[in-house]
């Protein structure tokens, strides 16, 4: 029995220190091992959730899926026993990710506003387009013709470049 619990002891601490390295899959196989010679190891159970869910957190942040992140994060701010430096870090990451995802939310706004503004000004130059259309249409002189067709080009040209930059195309 004493070999066993020396087993376990070293399992726990190699789990542990796998743990606090950010070695995710080492220490989670390491705390497998001394769940699996004794259950009720409340410390190690702690410290495997805590390895399984900082490894995701990780993951869904470098993927941008911070709500994803964060839902991992959430799960660690509970945990009674565990390593206390993960837990210090899972909060440290927390704010990280609740920052890049404000950041994001933030620049996702700033383009709506953006490509509204566009749309707003690709619309009132067409309005402007068919206002002219209308009024060549009820002129014969062939020179204000010429010209409306080159700016009727131009206008074209600009909405073009005003909703290919937003759509690329």
Do not use: P
């Not at 690709?122 to 249409?137: A, F, P």
Request: negative net charge.
């Amino acid at each position: 029995a004493v070999g066993c619990n020396n087993k376990e002891s070293t399992a726990f601490k190699e789990g542990q220190t796998a743990l606090e390295n950010h070695e995710y899959d080492k220490a989670k196989k390491y705390l497998s091992d001394v769940l699996e010679q004794d259950s009720k190891n409340e410390s190690a159970r702690c410290m495997y959730i805590q390895a399984t869910k900082m490894s995701k957190a990780e993951y869904y942040k470098n993927k941008g899926l911070y709500d994803k992140s964060l839902d991992n994060l959430d799960g660690l701010v509970n945990l009674e026993n565990g390593s206390q430096k993960i837990k210090v870090e899972s909060q440290e990451l927390k704010k990280e990710v609740e920052k890049l995802k404000s950041e994001e939310e933030e620049a996702s706004n700033i383009r709506k506003e953006v490509a509204k503004k566009a749309v707003e000004k690709s619309e009132e130059e067409l309005y402007i387009w068919q206002k002219n259309q209308e009024n060549n249409s009820n002129t014969e002189d062939d020179d204000n013709n010429q010209d409306g067709d080159s700016s009727d080009t131009s206008i074209i040209d600009n909405i073009k470049n005003a909703l290919g930059g937003l759509f690329n195309f």
